[in-house]
């Protein structure tokens, strides 16, 4: 079974400055997707950035790219010039590829980012 | 806009009193899927439709049932809710494979 672990319950960051979420997963598997989502206090969870496991190049979406080292198994994302309405809970998440999987996501248990004025 | 949609958003039931939640999504995905979101920890998935399959987490309480009458449509009966069953309740749709797109979510209070 796959598992993902987000070790750092908590984070702060001065707004303008960067952070990096840290994740890392366990799989026997060679083909997933890896996510971030996002979940303000408003609590509805929004897609960050998507990562397939085959691609080398790290995805990046404006503000948000990822470190993505798959033989270490580590799935990292780095916000760029923290804005305050990036203050929300991160959950990284692993999905299978596999030919028979359902398309179940395992979250992480996530991580509170709170910004600073 | 294309997007997934959840009611209520809260929703106030008595112990033992069977509630319905609704979603429905726009987005005209195959899989739809209900997750159970305690206060600040992950969502945890009870069960999810592909198509008309359904699919049951092997630890999701008898407690929970599902119905989806059509595409569009999905519903999440707690049949007898418990003080432990008050949760955020999420919605989530997607091709299958694809990325989910999760609902504002309804925040269930049970009294």
């Known amino acids: 079974a796959q598992t993902v672990t987000q070790s750092q319950p908590e984070m702060s960051v001065q707004e303008a400055e960067t952070v990096t979420l840290s994740c890392t997963y366990d799989?026997?598997?060679?083909?997933?997707?890896l996510f971030w989502y996002k979940q303000p206090p408003s609590r509805q969870m929004i897609l960050v950035i998507r990562?397939?496991?085959?691609?080398?190049q790290n995805a990046t979406e404006n503000r948000f790219s990822v470190n993505f080292q798959k033989a270490a198994k580590s799935f990292s994302l780095k916000i760029s010039d923290s804005q305050l309405g990036d203050a929300a809970m991160y959950f990284c998440?692993?999905?299978?590829?596999?030919?028979?999987?359902?398309?179940?996501?395992?979250f992480g248990k996530g991580i509170t980012l709170s910004v600073r004025p | 806009d294309a997007m997934v949609i959840q009611n209520p958003r809260y929703q106030v039931t008595q112990f033992g009193k069977p509630v319905t939640l609704s979603c429905s999504q726009t987005?005209?995905?195959?899989?739809m899927y209900w997750y159970q979101q305690k206060s600040s920890q992950a969502p945890k998935l009870l069960f999810h439709?592909?198509?008309?399959?359904?699919?049951n987490e092997a630890d999701t309480p008898d407690n929970f049932q599902s119905r989806r009458p059509n595409t569009s449509f999905c519903f999440l009966d707690i049949r007898s809710p418990g003080l432990g069953d008050a949760a955020m309740y999420l919605c989530?749709?997607?091709?299958?494979?694809?990325?989910?797109?999760f609902g504002p979510g309804t925040r269930l209070l049970v009294l």
């Open positions: 989530a749709t997607s091709r299958r494979k694809e990325t989910q797109y």
């Open positions: 799989t026997s598997e060679s083909d997933y997707y």
């Open positions: 990562q397939e496991a085959y691609k080398q």
């Open positions: 998440a692993y999905r299978s590829m596999n030919t028979g999987a359902n398309s179940k996501l395992t």
């Open positions: 987005l005209n995905h195959n899989v």
């Open positions: 439709y592909y198509d008309k399959d359904f699919n």
